[in-house]
């Protein structure tokens, strides 16, 4: 029996490759796209390094939640979930990168980073959005996630774990990361995605980006356990413990799905300017619609249909190729969050007045509403009246000021070589950075005290 993964030169290899044409792709991207500020090089960065250190504080919460209660089954693949965190460091780095470019003004993923725009806001959002505090909590974030995940990490894999007073203890730093996780999490969900539009918000999109990481970790999952049971590893795990995991991964697709249709649902009922600019602005660029659509297609119509089965979670094949799938489909999950609002561009040979409507976005159409209150006027009024004549010179006028706003805005979001090179060099950090911490030790705990539940786990009829 193989007891430790054995982190090979030729692996990696493989991984510096990856990393490289990541290191391609920024500076293709940094070339080739200048406009903006460099805004689709800046987005990308943003968007890989959100979506894998998401998956990394997810890992350690799920093993927190499993020694909170008593989830025995985990306890072969452990060290998997726990592994994921490996990434949170080299976020860190990334995470610097975009503060200091906060501060030296060098990207615009933030509007309200701008002094000008800054002064648009609203007295409660000038505060929570000041350069300073935003900083702190961004830095808050990352130090809790690593010295306290830390922490919790060593002492679930404590070896000693079987002791009354140690097994105690893991289960207090289980806790202990599980109220971090959920403030933390909800927060920095807000702080790094939801305010690269300062105007827009979603009170539930902590939970919509915690679905997210939590479909992206078990696809991972799968994943991993898979291939290291090709390479001899891991032979106790079988196709039981694939299928739990396999039932979390469908069972949070679905959560996600109910997450995303409630905001969008929500806000499309409310009809409120600030709620529906959000996906009035994305449907009218046809890359956005598309991504919007093919996202829902890979996380949860596929999901729906090939993995609800039991017999496709108990199938590694099937299960491997719905975990990419998935993997693909929460990439453009945060795709569609982050790349537009930076790429978002006013042009030049437009007026100063569409400029300014562009910029403060305060002429979103309620077109519902409007065609309603239109209708009802028509319909108060009686044909040949002055009224009649007045209301249709303000409606075309009201026509040719959107018409003339749609024209101030262009994108210069993209999704292409680019897009696939520098996620391909983040994906290759991710691996490096996981099998690094995966080969630290032991492929499990033989002194776990759940370990034979873990062994003798049958799912069989379940």
């Not at 490289?20 to 070339?31: C, S």
């Not at 796209?33 to 504080?57: D, K």
């Not at 996780?181 to 105007?199: L, N, P, Q, R, Y």
């Not at 983040?426 to 499990?444: A, Q, V, W, Y």
Request: charged share 15%.
């Amino acid at each position: 029996m193989l007891e430790k993964f054995e982190f090979t030169d030729k692996l990696k290899k493989s991984f510096y490759y990856m990393i490289g044409a990541g290191v391609l792709g920024l500076i293709l991207a940094f070339v080739l796209y200048p406009a903006n500020m460099h805004s689709r090089f800046w987005t990308n960065i943003l968007l890989n390094a959100y979506y894998f250190v998401g998956i990394g504080i997810f890992g350690i919460f799920f093993v927190a939640a499993n020694q909170l209660g008593y989830g025995g089954w985990i306890t072969l693949i452990k060290r998997v979930f726990l592994s994921l965190s490996g990434f949170i460091k080299v976020g860190a780095v990334f995470a610097l990168l975009i503060i200091g470019g906060v501060w030296a003004h060098y990207h615009n993923l933030y509007s309200w980073a701008d002094p000008a725009y800054f002064k648009t806001l609203a007295n409660t959002k000038q505060t929570f959005f000041n350069s300073s505090f935003w900083t702190v909590r961004v830095l808050l974030y990352f130090v809790l996630w690593i010295f306290v995940g830390g922490a919790v990490i060593k002492a679930i894999n404590s070896k000693n774990i079987n002791e009354p007073t140690v097994y105690k203890r893991s289960k207090l730093m289980a806790a202990l990361w599980i109220v971090i996780f959920a403030v933390t999490e909800s927060f920095v969900s807000w702080d790094m995605i939801m305010c690269t539009d300062a105007h827009w918000y979603s009170t539930l999109f902590g939970w919509y980006n915690f679905a997210s990481y939590g479909c992206a970790a078990f696809a991972f999952t799968i994943l991993l356990i898979i291939y290291m049971k090709s390479k001899g590893y891991m032979p106790q795990v079988n196709e039981n413990h694939i299928h739990d995991v396999g039932k979390m991964m469908f069972g949070f697709s679905i959560l996600w799905t109910y997450l995303w249709f409630d905001q969008f649902m929500l806000q499309w009922y409310g009809n409120i300017p600030e709620d529906t600019k959000y996906w009035i602005k994305r449907f009218d660029v046809p890359l956005f619609k598309f991504t919007i659509f093919f996202a829902l297609l890979l996380n949860f119509v596929a999901p729906l249909l090939l993995f609800i089965k039991r017999s496709a979670k108990r199938n590694f094949k099937q299960a491997a190729f719905i975990a990419v799938l998935v993997i693909i489909g929460h990439y453009f999950d945060f795709f569609n969050m982050t790349m537009y609002e930076p790429n978002n561009a006013i042009k030049k040979e437009v007026s100063a007045e569409a400029k300014k409507e562009a910029a403060m976005a305060t002429t979103t159409a309620l077109y519902a509403q409007n065609k309603a209150e239109d209708k009802t006027a028509v319909k108060e009024e009686k044909p040949g009246t002055d009224a009649v004549a007045e209301k249709a010179e303000s409606k075309s006028e009201t026509k040719g000021a959107v018409k003339e706003e749609e024209a101030a805005i262009q994108t210069y979001a993209g999704f292409g070589l680019v897009e696939i090179l520098i996620f391909t060099g983040f994906l290759g950090g991710f691996l490096l950075m996981f099998f690094n911490e995966f080969s630290k030790d032991t492929l499990f705990n033989e002194n776990d005290p759940y370990l034979k539940e873990s062994l003798r786990l049958n799912v069989e009829y379940a």
